[in-house]
């Protein structure tokens, strides 16, 4: 039970972090943004997984690939669905 506390503690506070460091705004609520961190950080930990020992496994990250983790997966998700775009 502690566990799941913890991570979705984290998820919100790496989600939070990323909405702010990506600019534009987002209209997400607070489930949203938990699932963006804890999304974030699965995606970090594949990343860090793949990058230091060539394989592919699905781990979860700490808290600063969490937060690198939802950067990526939120500039993702605003590519796939053309959010933020500039207008000129």
Do not use: E, Q
């Not at 566990?3 to 949203?32: C, E, H, N, W, Y």
């Amino acid at each position: 039970m502690w566990s799941l506390i913890v991570t979705i503690v984290v998820g919100l506070v790496a989600g939070f972090i990323a909405r702010a460091v990506v600019p534009g705004k987002d209209s997400m609520g607070v489930i949203a943004t938990i699932l963006l961190g804890i999304a974030g950080s699965f995606v970090g930990g594949f990343l860090w997984t793949l990058i230091t020992t060539g394989t592919l496994a699905l781990t979860t990250s700490g808290f600063i690939g969490s937060i690198l983790g939802a950067i990526v997966v939120l500039l993702a998700y605003n590519a796939v669905t053309g959010r933020k775009k500039v207008r000129r």
